[in-house]
């Protein structure tokens, strides 16, 4: 019998795999039963009614997609009233993803779902800060900063931080929300990209500019998150084109405590649950008693040196 449950601070999960916000619905208790994954993660909610971008908003490659949805969100008292009571008949923590225009939004957005049945505050902070460049938060380190401050004192709710891969040093930007008062980190959102209707000579995307996810990304967002491992001593949530249990064994190895599966939950809607059987099945394949002891488990080869590779 393996142990598959994992400690993220102070809240303990049956098992270390969970969605990506955004990627899971209530409607997906019709096809599984919600009390076997690690964690139910909401859609991001914003503190104000958005109507999101404009179409198209999707274009898809062989092994991932750009999107560019603009979180429509009908706001926070439609989640409260609406969508929490469905998740309030499962045993499984309740991860509310949050994000908002400005620091003092944020805190504020926090304060407001930090009701019963919310276990966690997820930062989305790859949104615009309006109140600087309009750049994403956690495109700069003292701004990703400040939102985990801003949040950190208006909720007792453990924080995370969903980091942007849209920067050139992740590892800087980790150790800024770490030391911000962050309780784990999530690596990491989309990355963005562009697509051209060339037929009609018209941006793919109605917002030109869109975040790309899907397995094609994995190499990078694992490499991102092998490097925030190396540099904080929080726990980290890996998230990047995970399909299949060898990925999310792949992100664990790296020194991940646990992953969201995001993606792929449209293509393979239980694809969590064969997450959840794989790594359990590789750790009794390979003699290990706890999913944990898979948490930076890779062991660097003898020859290792390190070095810019271009
Ligand atoms: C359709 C869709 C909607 C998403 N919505 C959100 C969101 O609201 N908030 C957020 O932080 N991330 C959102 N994401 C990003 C995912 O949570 C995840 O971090 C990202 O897709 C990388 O994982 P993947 O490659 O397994 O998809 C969304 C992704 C997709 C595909």
Sequence with gaps: MVDMRVRIGEIELKNPVMPGSGTMGEGLARVMDLNRIGAIVTKTITPDKREGCVPPRMVEYKDGSLMAIGIPCKGPDHYIEEILPHYRAY???????????????????????????????????????????????????????????????????????????????????????????????????????????????????????????????????????????????????????????????????????????????FVRPTAMLEVIDGVEAFCRRKGLRAARELTGAMVPRREFKEQQVA
């Design 91 to 265: 045993a499984t923590p309740v991860v509310c993803s949050v994000s908002a225009p400005t620091v003092e939004a944020f805190g504020q957005l926090a304060a407001k779902l930090s009701v019963p049945g919310v276990s966690v505050i997820e930062a989305n902070i790859s949104c615009p800060n309006l109140e600087q460049d309009g750049k994403a938060f956690g495109m700069d380190a003292e701004a990703s900063a400040r939102v985990v401050r801003r949040i950190k004192e208006s909720t007792d709710r453990p924080v995370w931080a969903k980091l942007t891969p849209n920067v050139t040093d992740i590892a800087a930007i980790a150790q800024a929300v770490e030391a911000a008062g962050a309780d784990a980190i999530t690596c990491a959102n989309g990355m963005l990209g562009m697509a051209v209707d060339v037929e009609n000579f018209q941006p793919a995307l109605g917002n030109i500019t869109g975040g790309m996810t899907g397995p094609c990304m994995r190499p990078i967002i694992l490499r991102m998150a092998w490097q925030v491992a190396r540099a904080v001593k929080i726990p980290i949530i890996g998230s990047g084109g995970m399909a299949t249990a060898r990925d999310a064994l792949e992100y664990l190895m790296v020194g991940c405590s646990a992953v969201q599966i995001g993606t792929i939950n």
